[in-house]
């Protein structure tokens, strides 16, 4: 399958760094989600990204996606104590939303 | 809050045993979607329905069924349970058919023992 995978698997931080996740994937797509976690609840969605896009903003947020190297990038800005989750970047290639395994994000105070 | 709504929160049953879950999506959204998230397989894309009728098939066992009632409200019966099977089981929402924004349950976590 065009399962997205993440890198890296876990990510420690202090409050207040800036936090980076990557995302690659097999295939064409559609678009490309990512989705936040935390401990054993349901998932969240943060940002959804084009194939046509190259970088999107939410709040702290910022993705890129660069469908050449068919990878994504979540980038996190003055990270809190809060942003502690599992993310998961979801692909979109017009048959089902296919998750990767998710990265691990611990930020400390 | 999603809106997004599943029961039962927990659920303990024995292996052979048949159980229901139910999911109720948000006000105004038609498509309803299954996944399973277990440690190993991470969260996997089960089925879909959109407005009652079956849209997409994803890693969904023959012993798994779902269905879509004319309320918009989704069922998903699991049977002859494996240890295996326990997993947490999530339904998600949209509005439209396609693959956008999915407004995800809290999940229904199947024990199976």
């Known amino acids: 399958s065009q399962q997205g995978e993440e890198d890296p698997q876990a990510l420690s931080i202090q409050e207040g760094e800036n936090a980076t996740m990557n995302c690659s994937y097999k295939t064409s797509i559609n678009n490309l989600q990512w989705y936040r976690q935390n401990s054993g609840r349901g998932l969240v969605h943060l940002i959804l990204?084009?194939?046509?896009?190259r970088e999107k903003h939410s709040g702290r947020l910022r993705v890129t996606l660069d469908t050449s190297k068919k990878s994504s990038s979540l980038l996190i800005t003055a990270s809190r104590a809060a942003d502690t989750a599992s993310y998961f970047c979801a692909t979109d290639a017009g048959t089902a939303l296919i998750f990767g395994k998710g990265t691990t994000l611990s930020v400390s105070s | 809050d999603s809106g997004v709504t599943q029961t039962p929160k927990h659920l303990i049953t024995a292996t052979g045993q048949r159980v229901t879950l139910r999911c109720s999506p948000r006000?105004?959204?038609?498509?309803v979607y299954w996944y399973q998230q277990s440690l190993d397989q991470g969260l996997q894309f089960l089925i879909q329905?959109?407005?009652?009728?079956?849209?997409a098939k994803g890693n969904i066992l023959e012993r798994f069924s779902a269905q879509q009632f004319p309320d918009l409200h989704s069922e998903l019966n699991l049977s002859s349970l494996e240890l295996g099977d326990s997993a947490l089981y999530f339904c998600?929402?949209?509005?439209?058919?396609?693959?956008?924004?999915?407004?995800f349950g809290p999940g229904t976590r199947l024990t199976v023992l």
């Open positions: 990204i084009r194939s046509n896009e």
């Open positions: 998600a929402s949209s509005v439209g058919g396609d693959w956008g924004e999915q407004f």
């Open positions: 329905y959109y407005n009652g009728e079956e849209r």
């Open positions: 006000s105004g959204d038609l498509s």
